[in-house]
């Protein structure tokens, strides 16, 4: 054994650069199925230690203030068996704007007072002021623990609200564990004082919320069914489930970890072809030594074994310093981990996971190594001098000299790459694995190189500038009218609050009606087309896959009891609202929901305009808290604004109260006239979804760019790897061949293109596959993960694809420039 | 008089091993005239093929010049070099160094191609000249595993003078074929000579050498000895063969 090892360091002192080579390649796949699998388990322990610690309920609904009944809480009781059910009071704000450092952000929240968030969890501290610097806050909240992991909140910072063109000023007083709400995709739960709850109560939606511990398998849909049924009353509630937080929470950074063991599979292909690659070219280069060495008194099985030990010792350096890699990254994933969770993690890594991996990684090279230098068995000394019968050809002459063209370069590399279409099977493997992994990250990376636009257009939702939602009564119509007539805007459009309906035997779907879908930008059926008359709709790419639907199939849409029918005409691709959106025309939309006014304005503007600036604009045109009017608010102390006061209270008074949409007054005093409108309690609210998105997606953005530029740049170094092993040894095979080609008066040049050119024809192949593969992957992807119709680039692809393969013959041809270093005397007399 | 084709001055060519310096050829000055066949001799590791391949630019000499055709080739880079024994050079292996993937046709092709443009005449010609070292039709298309060993170095030889070299170099031609198949083969280079082709070829082979016009013999590096003969078949052979080994036997073959 020890003359075997011994041979094997001798091979290893010889081969060096082959050998690092091979330990590196080891060393990618280690670390990376390593971080793997030391990982995949923490990220889901990470939120149920969390979620636990927070001593969280497990399930919560949450339905507006003015729609829930009490019957609702008897039906968890009595139908469903819960006991201890806990019911309570918050406010909702859906994109609610927060100003950060100047920049107005949206999140969707939810606030609660401090001591009724005891019916939902414990608020355990994370991080807060001290006792002395709290008692000088007048106004303050505490986050859930994403905005202090994930978006970088200190304890201290201002917390500006901006609602219907109020700012509320806060001060973060630190950071809580919640169970839910803790997902920018989703919401966030704020606790508040009660008198500050109380402040804000008048600008957001005041809702209830019952918080239980359910029974596995919990549908909340059913149950939201069930109370429709019972009260006869339709509400839009929200289902709050432990499974779902998880999976939201989690989704990207399981995404992420499988995505980095998708890598790591290439690069460990790779590794176990360049092994089995190296040491067939090996035995067939060293024939002459083994035969002697068999004349020697060498078995076969001994000089076998010496192959293996070589590869065996450099993959398992590779492997073991991989290993001892994947765990030294255990406090970087374990940081990575809580910024993407945006929670603490306090659970342990399973670092003893990498020691399956080293030796699965090791164990199969060895396998696959073993199975290779087998194959010195087949030649015994006599062969073995003859250096094999594979160096003597007896092939058809393919791509004769005699009829080639005007580069002999070309024609003779042309002429290797057929004659070692067995090694160039492996490397089109590699190329094919490799150039595929690269595409989907290029297709990524480019959808994402400028932030969330690339995920705004999956959303399936037109994105306007901004949304004003019109109070009850006001004629969304006029006002969309007079809106066109600003010089800020450009374009309006009108649509009816977001209004969810019931599908039998599916999931319910939010709906998106327009008068006309003429102007769409972002909403782009990929099949079929827009409705155009009120018995038409549109579904999203998910509802078609999930429940068998197509164009010209009949829905039934259910509203209130009410049950309509609906022809399909198109598909949409969309991420949003679960991707279950339905998209009809404004008749359509009424037909199921007859009392239905349209009551929103999506406002475009000009380019260059300013959008804080216009908004301060229409918040002081039309953005008149009513309640606040109604309560009376502080006028001025001359006798028109007193009088301005109460006309005020008056016309609040008979809009919200008796629906009139639009009144004009004018008093007469003295010889003046003070005139006034409903104008100024237009709008109920003002929102941006560009906010909303930026805060919803920008993260995701960021991470997914950083991430496929880093597996764009780790691919293209395996690929480089590879091509210089590959290229490298084809010198040290060829080396009598090359000497006689330099003899004959070929340059260096002339044969590093050569070899260069003899892997292209394997490379184009294994290029226009991956491209296919990565075509058919990408959309696999983000449709199953969320519902999205990707539409590839051509431009990328095809750029990508000439970067690859310029790629592949320029590190091939750097590759062979050993061929440089050797005189032609030195290669023929080797 | 032959106008001189190569020269060296003071040619030194050393090899390190093991931190030990050989010197393999010292301060050699040497002269070569166009259109004579140089036959270099010497007992083994005198240095012939060391001169050989640092004549014909196929090796960088330690130190000296090496001057073809009035230009100083020593200071050239590998692909310099490579450009230079495309034009100027042939050569003539004792190991043959066909490509063993290549058939015939293909092997003095791939010589041909780097230099000429593909075309029927040229390869017309490459037929000519295997046909004309008596290697027919049923010959182009075989491996060099398929071929003799007499065959497989006229293929060689073919191959060599394609491109119309300046200068034929040859390292031992005959040293792995039989009698007949050697005899065979000089004769072809001894045909080629007398159209004009000149010659360098390394031997220790008496009836190869015999075929040169110019003996050089090389002892420690150096040439010791210069005989000169006339063209091989104007002169009688057993004086040639005398003369010869007279003067090798002084030079203590």
Redesign the interface.
Known sequence: MGKIFRLSLFNLRKNRKEAVAIAFLTLVSTVMLGIFAINVSKVSNAFDESFEQSGSVDTMIMIPESDYRGVYQDILEKEYGFEDIRRGNMLYGMASGVLRDGEKIAYNLVFIAKEENQKIDDGKIIEALTEEQLGTLEHWVLLPSYFRYNLGYEAGEDFTLVVGGKQYPFTVAGFYNTGFSNDSGMLFKILVSAEDYRLLTPSYTASVFLAYNADDGFDYREYFKKCMDESGDSFEGFGFLREDEKLNETRFLNMFLYLSIALSLITFVASIFMVRNKIRSDIEDQMEKIGVLEALGYKGKEISLSYVFEYVISSGIGGVAGGILAIMTTPFMNNGISVMLGREVLSSAKLYMAVPVVAGVIGLILLFALAKAAMVKRFPPVVAFRKGIR????KR?IL???K???S?NR??GIKDSI?NIRTGAGVGLCIFLAGTALLFCMFTFVMFFHGSDGLVRLMGLEISDDIITVNDGVDAYALSEELRSFPEVSMTRVTYAYTIFRIDGQKEGTAFAYDSFSDMEYIIPMEGRYPEHDNELMITLRRSRDYGLDISDTIALDHKGVKVNYIITGIVGSMSNNQMNLYMTSDGFRRANGGAAASMVEIYLEDGVDREQFEQKLSSVYGRSMDAAMDGDPAGGTPEERIQAVAAEKIAVLMSTYGVSGIDYAVRVGDRLITGNSRQFVMKDLQSYQDLIKSQLDPISDITRFFTGIGVAAIGIVVAVILGIIASSNVKKRR??L????????????LMTQIAISIMPVTVISVILASVAAILFNKVFWFQLFGADIRTSIPVLILTDIALIAFTFIMTYIGAGRI?KI???EL?TE | MASSILKTEKLCKSFSNGGIQQHVIKNLDLEIKEGDFTVIMGSSGSGKSTLLYALSGMDKPSMGKVIFDGTEIQDKNNDELAVFRRGNCGFVFQSIYLLENQTVLDNVLTGALIVQKNSPELINRVKELLKKTGLDEEAWNKYPSQLSGGEAQRVGIVRAVINDPRILFADEPTGQLNSASGRDVLDIFTEIHQNGQSIVMVTHDLKTALRGTRVLYLRDGGVVGDHRMQNYGEDDLRERRNSLTSFLEDMGW
């Open positions: 160096t003597h050809s007896f002459n004769p000299l005699e080639a063209g005007k002999i024609r003779l004659r009598k061949e000497g006689i080609m330099k003899s004959l008066g070929y340059s260096s040049k002339d440089r005189s032609v005397n023929m």
